[in-house]
Each structure stands twice: as C-alpha cells, then as structure tokens.
C-alpha cells in the first residue's frame, strides 16, 4: 500500500489526505462504541498508520448496530479516514 495515500501537513495538523485508491483496509478491535464513532485498536495499516488504538467517525451508524466492545473487526477506510466498511472477524 505504500505510496496510495499522502498526507498535506501544515501547522495545525493534517488537512487532507489525498488517494491514488479511494480505500485502506485494517483489522484490529474494537474498544469503545460512542454514537456514530468507534475506537478500535489495530494492527498498522500499510505505510499510512503503525498500529495504535484511534477513534473512528462511521457515518452509516447502522454499521455499528451489530457490533460489541471486544468484537474482532475488519475495516475499510475511505480517504477522509471514515470507516467505510466494518465486519466481525
């Protein structure tokens, strides 16, 4: 995966990140369930993320209606760091 996604960084953070592909996948689990976010400890993600426990915004919350803290889960990331895609293991 290296090279697909690119960070702009100024002095407030990360702006944007741009993609050659419009998804990243990881695996990991999951710590938290807050509304329409979900903190999931994962493993890294291509050259993108070294492996961290992070808080993800899920925009369709019926994603998560399935889902429990400790649940094993595979993720798709889109290139606003959304969580696209999310499945028990």
Same mark, same amino acid.
């Given at each position: 995966? +290296? ?11 990360? =702006? ?8 990243? +996948? ?10 329409? +976010? ?8 291509? =050259? ?11 925009? =369709? ?17 889109? +290139? ?10």
């Amino acid at each position: 995966m +290296k090279g697909e996604f690119s960070f702009e960084v100024s002095p407030e953070g990360i =702006d944007f990140v741009s993609a050659e592909s419009a998804s990243l +996948k990881g695996e990991g689990q999951i710590k938290r369930i807050r509304g329409s +976010k979900v903190t999931i400890k994962h493993g890294a993600i291509g =050259d993108l993320m070294p492996a961290m426990t992070m808080e993800y915004s899920v925009p =369709d919350k019926q994603t998560l209606a399935s889902l429990k803290k400790g649940d094993n889960v595979l993720f798709t990331l889109n +290139k606003d760091l959304e969580i696209i895609d999310l499945t028990s293991q």
